[in-house]
């Protein structure tokens, strides 16, 4: 280890570590709040979900949807002669992660009045980060009031033979690939896994998924099931319930030796098994917490046992999404400003301070062929969480809107409800651009609607949305509260 070059200390209100899209919201509502805040960040300021998870990986999903659109619809379809040009599409993701580089993110934070110190920072005790900069010079940060610890998680790499030591690609290599292999096998069967199989099946890479349960678990099933069969349609090869016992590296790229025996050999591997916290080395230790592990919060991201300490975004493994992230952000640098200020704290359930949806509302959307998007409970997470429920399903594809969007249009909604309440826990739509569709079941879902007043909630006709008339058709007109009174 190089011998610090120069000992510097500064004082802020807040002390954000790690300036992906989640420490950077919660300092910028710290400042919002009136507070001073310094961020510290050892890679590029935007984190994981600008340069190697949400947007690159969404930019290579894109233009083969576009595509896909296309030749849909008869008029377009003959327009559409060509393939899919791959070198525009990596170009077009090297403009979304503006080549790897921070810089408008870095005016960002100059814009917001958050400073920046550039390095690896440790927790070195109560209220205070060390940070080590590139160039091997030390900074220690005080914080007057906090310290919220948002740095993120890493691809996790699981415990089979051999595979660390045949360096595989992970989520990164994956999204900022440079040119595409001609085969590539892919371990795990979550979103990751489901999306990059999506774009490198895109781009005409023979892909081989290998889960070792099933494609998409924790999603209801239907959706697992078409974009399995839409996945094998493209060529992919979907091997479920299947273990990799072994991984080798070959002259021509890897073999991986499968639980039956059977062996599977491709150019690349992509490992995408989920994800470890990024806190073995921040010092935790140093406050008496486990190096390595998850951190637990309260709602308001307070660290138990604190008063000082938040941990917000991946590392805190409540909802390992970005949207999720930010929205924690918000509660949490405003409850850091509330509490340093002497305001109120409004930490009751989905009161301003607190992150109640993480719970039971997450929204999510795989932009996978056909694309899912669901909030909330699945039908089986609810009846396991003890609730008295009532799944309606519908073909998305019978719906006037659907049918104008494209020929053959093929997609399946779920309304899940609780029948106790008649409100709406959950909703899953799988089909061809149904993402958009989401914010309506998420407020829906939030805002506990009762199916009564859903009925009145009119969707335009002839759009998709009218999905949600015809999922409560199904259900049946409910009684409503001054009816019954009434009865
Ligand atoms: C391939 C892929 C695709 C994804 N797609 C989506 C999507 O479409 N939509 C979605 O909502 N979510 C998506 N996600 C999840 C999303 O990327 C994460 O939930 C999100 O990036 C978490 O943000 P964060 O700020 O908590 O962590 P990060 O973005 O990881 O930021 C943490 C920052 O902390 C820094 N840091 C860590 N330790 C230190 C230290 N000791 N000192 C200084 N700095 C430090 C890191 O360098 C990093 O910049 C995807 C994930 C992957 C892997
Ligand atoms: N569009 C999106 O919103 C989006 C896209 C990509 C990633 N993400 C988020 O990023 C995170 C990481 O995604 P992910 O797909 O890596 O994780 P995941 O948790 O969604 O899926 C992990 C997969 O790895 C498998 N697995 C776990 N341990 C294993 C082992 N030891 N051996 C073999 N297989 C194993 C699991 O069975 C599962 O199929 C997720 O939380 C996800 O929500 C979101």
Known sequence: MSTPQALGTAEYDVIVLGAGA????????????????????????????????????????????????????????????????????????????????????????????????????????????TVTAPDGSVTVLRARHAVAVATGSDAFIPDIEGLRDAHPWTSREATSVKSVPASLAIIGGGVVAAEMATAFTSFGTAVTIVARRGLLDGMEPFAAEMVADALRADGASVLLETETTRVSRT??????????????????????????????????????????????????????????????????????????????????????????????????????????????????????????????????????????????????????????????YRGTARMVVDEERQVVLGVTFVGPDVAELLQTATLAVVAEVPLDRLWHAVPAYPTVNEIWLRLLETYGRPVTQREQMAA
């Open 251 to 408: 002259a021509d790229g890897f073999t991986l030796e499968l639980g039956d025996g059977s062996t599977v050999e491709a150019e690349q591997l992509l490992v995408a098994t989920g994800r470890t916290p990024r806190s073995s080395d921040i010092g935790l230790e140093t406050i008496g917490l486990t190096p390595g592990a998850w951190l637990d919060t309260d709602d308001t991201l307070l660290v138990p046992g604190f008063d000082w300490l938040y941990a917000v975004g991946d590392v805190n493994h409540r909802a390992l999404l970005t949207h999720q992230g930010k929205y924690q952000a918000r509660a949490a640098g405003d409850v850091i400003a509330a509490r340093a200020n002497h305001e109120e704290v409004s930490d009751a359930p989905w009161g301003t301070h607190v992150a109640s949806a993480d719970h039971r509302a997450v929204p999510q959307v795989a932009f996978t062929e056909p694309e899912v998007a669901s909030v909330g409970l699945t039908a089986a997470a609810a009846r396991a969480a003890g609730y008295d429920v009532r799944a309606v399903d519908y073909e998305i594809g019978h719906v006037a809107g659907a049918s104008v969007l494209a020929d053959g």
């Open 22 to 129: 989640v420490g950077e919201n919660v300092a910028d509502r710290a400042v919002q709040g009136g507070l001073t805040a310094v961020i510290v960040e050892s890679e590029l300021v935007g984190g994981e979900c600008s340069y190697w998870a949400c947007m690159p990986s969404k930019a290579l999903l894109r233009s083969a949807q576009v595509l896909r659109a296309a030749r849909r619809v008869p008029g377009a379809a003959q327009a559409v002669t060509g393939e899919l040009d791959v070198a525009a599409v990596l170009a077009r993701r090297d403009a979304f992660t503006n080549n790897w580089s921070d810089a408008g993110q870095v005016a960002w934070l100059e814009s917001a009045g958050i400073s920046l110190a550039r390095g690896h920072g440790r927790i070195t005790g109560p209220k205070e980060v």
